[in-house]
């Protein structure tokens, strides 16, 4: 058994946890749901994950072409929905604050 | 090839990093979800140049066309009111992916058997399919409940069966643990076990549905980001069974990040997370 892979996978998720930790230790309330959007957006990576397990099998299942092609669609959903409702989100977001000072002005 | 495959995950998840950082701040918001964004494509080249060989072309690209149908219409035209539900939405069908993923492995490794073959770790593996299984399953059937009541399709009131809750919820957990343990000493001798792989997903659904279904409306931002911690680690646990870096490192970081955003969020609204989970609880904050 060669674990040496796995170790080194093992870290590899170790330290990405910490720098997930370190990025969000400091953000403003305004920008929750925002940053719930983004990040729900980025876990849309999962796609690659039903990419990698029909497209390396040699002969696939008809089961597993149709849990494949759902898990395909389901993922293409979270990822292009995601970004595209965060851009919006922070589009609406980014015209108040330059209204307000505007109005001070 | 997979030298440039490695390569360019590694730019992926910097792009991600760097992105997720813009996101904390107003002004640089936008092009953080841009480079993140920009991040995914570099990702989904990379995986498209790694199964290059496959012989399955067609189903890919028919699902992608469908995926980008289904998903951009309500990402551009929902209500700006109607955003925390569509992100519960989409959010679900990622925690979907991630269980159908498993479901998948399960069938193309034989029930995990065919794991035995290739040199190296059998267990960590398939612990992490399992993982990703019922945190997959979970995920899915609670964000679906919580756009259903964010939705108004379900009330958005508390819904629980009151002090058996707790127990029955504790049953469900265990049940759908009891099963991946069965499955998983099934992977290691012999023979295939698809009803209990069957069970763990139907019990964590079940499970999600009953973890949500307590909480009232106003709290259900705060669920969507647990769910949304939630879909991040099991995206990770797939990452590890799939030996796929830009899987481990994405969705660890959205683990991380979304566990301290959860907190956050629950802090905001003077909460705490185990109020909010353990549901019912208070009135569940409605009309906070």
Known sequence: ?105 | MDILVYALYIVAFAMFILGLSGLTAPRSAVRGNKIAAAGMAVAFVATLIHIRETSSWLIIIAALVVGVIIGIPPARKVKMTAVPQLVALFNGVGGGTVALIAWGEFIESDGFTGLRVASGPVLPLVVASLFAAIIGSLSFWGSIVAFMKLQQILPGHPLSVGRLQQPLNAILFLGSIVAAVIVGIGSTTTGAAPVWFGAILILAGILGVTTVLPIGGADMPVVISLLNALTGLSAAAAGLALNNIAMIVAGMIVGASGTILTNLMAKAMNRSIVSIVAGGFGGGGKGA
């Open chain 1, 1 to 105: 058994m060669d674990y040496t892979g796995f170790l080194a996978n093992i870290a590899i998720l170790v330290l990405s946890g910490f720098i997930g930790f370190a990025v969000i230790s400091k953000v403003p309330n305004t920008l929750h749901t925002p940053l719930m959007s983004g990040t729900n957006a980025i876990h849309g990576i999962v796609v690659l994950g039903a990419l990698v397990v029909l497209g390396t099998a040699p002969n696939p299942s008809v089961p597993l072409q149709i849990i494949s092609f759902v898990a395909i669609v389901f993922g293409t959903v979270n990822v292009i929905g995601g970004f595209v409702v965060t851009d919006r989100m922070l589009a609406m977001f980014k015209t108040r604050p330059t209204a307000s000072t505007d109005g001070k002005n």
